[in-house]
């Protein structure tokens, strides 16, 4: 082998590093620029984690995915205040786990859930430390896939 050959073959395998890496350079730029974009991670967040929050009085806040898999959101409120003492949840389809419900304020309740008619989830709300200032509750529903 000539002194030509060996440097063409150098040349060659430089070349293949080079193009490797400047493609690979390319793919995470790529990949880097789609988790910036913010419709494509609420899309993402939407089919992963699909969560709804709503106020004391069932309308929607923000809509994370979860609303379609439910139907409607009704809210019976306690008749001291504005605790809700049952939410009902009407899912469009059957659920094999019940949907998690979190209260999003300060206050402390024990939160029961249990079968409805049809593809119901019934949450049974007790609370037993709030705050009487509260002109508004939030809670946010995850869907468990």
Sequence with gaps: MDIKTVFEIGVLVITLIAALYG???????????RIRDDAFLRKLASALRPSVVFDHKGPVLIDQGAMRFI???DVELDKE????????????QHLSYAPLLT???SDLADISTSR????DWIYTIDYFMTSEERR?????LEIIL
């Design 23 to 33: 493609g690979l350079l390319f793919i995470d730029k790529r990949i880097e620029n």
């Design 71 to 73: 139907e409607a959101i």
């Design 81 to 92: 205040g504005p605790y809700p003492k049952r939410i009902i949840i009407h899912p469009t």
């Design 103 to 105: 209260p999003l304020e």
């Design 116 to 119: 409805g008619n049809k593809h």
């Design 136 to 140: 508004m509750l939030r809670y946010r």
